[in-house]
């Protein structure tokens, strides 16, 4: 079975200011998919951004943009210059490319602080 | 902007009664999920569901859960005999593999609290 792990359950920093929240998976399969989704106080959750591992490049919305990094299986989250609506709970997950269970991270809460 | 839809957002209900919890996917999405969150903690995967059938279920999803999709818009999930450990917020999502789309939208989650 697949896993994620977020070896960071709570991380804070300063609006406007960068944070990398890092997510590490498990995995025998050559071809996945991985993304990053926030979850604010609302509950929702909102995809942040995607990355195909047939993809060597990096995935870039906006101020968010991950480093992936398929041989070491990490692939982190870096928030540019932080606002406070960035305040939320970041899922990191994972889903193979032959089928389509996704699998979820135990979750980093993040704080910006004005 | 097409959205998944949960209803109710907030269901309470007495240890041992039977929940139904709705969703409406996106319609023309072929996927479908449960996913689980108690309060504060990691989201858990239930069940996925495609050709009205399920296709993975996990070591939660036990013989008091069930999904259906009776009228081909609506995807449920029922629990029939609700625990207190079921307390949790309980999210679908739906996902249209066809056109190689790889995200799964959620909807708002129902909040279930067994008393």
């Known amino acids: 079975a697949q896993t994620v792990t977020q070896s960071q359950p709570e991380m804070s920093v300063q609006e406007a200011e960068t944070v990398t929240l890092s997510c590490t998976y498990d995995?025998?399969?050559?071809?996945?998919?991985l993304f990053w989704y926030k979850q604010p106080p609302s509950r929702q959750m909102i995809l942040v951004i995607r990355?195909?591992?047939?993809?060597?490049q990096n995935a870039t919305e906006n101020r968010f943009s991950v480093n992936f990094q398929k041989a070491a299986k990490s692939f982190s989250l870096k928030i540019s210059d932080s606002q406070l609506g960035d305040t939320a709970m970041y899922f990191c997950?994972?889903?193979?490319?032959?089928?389509?269970?996704?699998?979820f991270g135990a979750g980093t809460r993040l704080t910006v602080k004005p | 902007e097409p959205e998944v839809t949960q209803t109710p957002s907030h269901q309470v209900t007495q240890m041992g009664q039977e929940v139904i919890l709705r969703c409406v996917p996106i319609?023309?999405?072929?996927?479908f999920y449960w996913y689980r969150q108690i309060l504060g903690q990691k989201v858990e995967f239930l069940v996925s569901?495609?050709?009205?059938?399920?296709?993975?279920k996990s070591e939660i999803f036990d013989d008091q859960f069930s999904v259906e999709r009776p009228d081909g818009s609506n995807f449920t999930l029922k629990i029939r005999s609700t625990k207190l450990e079921d307390s949790a917020m309980y999210f679908c999502?739906?996902?249209?593999?066809?056109?190689?789309?790889?995200?799964?939208?959620f909807g708002q989650g129902t909040r279930l609290t067994v008393v």
């Open positions: 997950a994972f889903m193979k490319g032959n089928n389509n269970d996704m699998r």
């Open positions: 995995t025998s399969e050559n071809n996945y998919y």
């Open positions: 319609s023309n999405h072929l996927y």
């Open positions: 569901f495609y050709n009205n059938e399920i296709s993975e």
């Open positions: 990355q195909e591992a047939y993809k060597q």
């Open positions: 999502a739906s996902l249209d593999r066809g056109a190689l789309a790889t995200e799964a939208f």
